[in-house]
């Protein structure tokens, strides 16, 4: 069965980077389309990023573009998003999920908390 | 960017009651919408694509309506393993893909 895990979340201070990871089993991950997902505590659903499955293509929420940077290696079946000039609202519960348009399979999460 | 409104944004219901949840865009999408279903401290799960196409495993009490700018999330039959928030997602066109503000079905 496909699953999704994502690592990498912690705390860091405002300004600072932390890398997040999406590790793929039970799918041909070079297949798919791939996206970012975010939930702040106690609020709703955000969409960050997706990816196209050969990394040509990429796009981004207007709260973070400049900042992160969506990328896969397709030898590994992982993706990432790599997070800079993090701020305190970037706070939040990270989901990796297959595909762009219906996301069919989600990760349960890294949690990533940014505060000084 | 296209902007979700679902309603209600709580409801309190009783077992084996028929449960409605709408989704309202703000310019029409098609049948670009999806919806999800998370319960707490779980992922969202995908209950139905493109308005009203079934996914594999989900109940069949679970169905979707609608095109252009109102949908709608049909619950049969509530049961209790039911009670969790619901989101409408769409993906017309371009991105930004947005997601409503989220209902909370709670089971009386």
């Known amino acids: 069965q496909v699953q999704l895990v994502e690592s990498g979340g912690g705390l860091v201070k405002p300004g600072g980077s932390l890398r997040l990871s999406c590790a793929a089993s039970g799918l041909t991950f070079s297949d798919f389309y791939m996206s970012w997902i975010r939930q702040a505590p106690g609020k709703g659903l955000e969409w960050v990023s997706y990816?196209?499955?050969?990394?040509?293509?990429?796009t981004y929420a207007d709260s973070v573009k400049g900042r992160f940077t969506i990328s896969r290696d397709n030898a590994k079946n992982s993706l990432y998003l790599q997070m800079n000039s993090l701020r305190a609202e970037d706070t939040a519960l990270y989901y990796c999920?297959?595909?762009?348009?219906?996301?069919?399979?989600w990760g349960r999460g890294t949690l990533v908390t940014v505060s000084s | 960017e296209i902007v979700l409104t679902q309603s209600p944004d709580f409801q309190s219901v009783t077992p084996k009651e028929k449960v409605t949840i709408t989704c309202r865009a703000s310019?029409?999408?098609?049948?670009?919408l999806h919806w999800y279903q998370q319960k707490p401290d779980q992922s969202p799960k995908l209950l139905i694509k493109y308005a009203s196409q079934s996914i594999s495993g989900v109940p069949s009490r679970f169905s979707g309506s609608g095109s252009g700018t109102d949908f709608t999330l049909t619950i049969n039959s509530l049961e209790a393993e039911d009670a969790a928030t619901y989101y409408c997602h769409q993906s017309s066109s371009l991105p930004p893909y947005t997601f409503g503000q989220g209902t909370k079905l709670e089971i009386k």
């Open positions: 310019q029409s999408i098609g049948s670009s």
């Open positions: 999920a297959r595909g762009h348009l219906d996301l069919h399979y």
């Open positions: 990816i196209s499955p050969s990394g040509d293509y990429t």
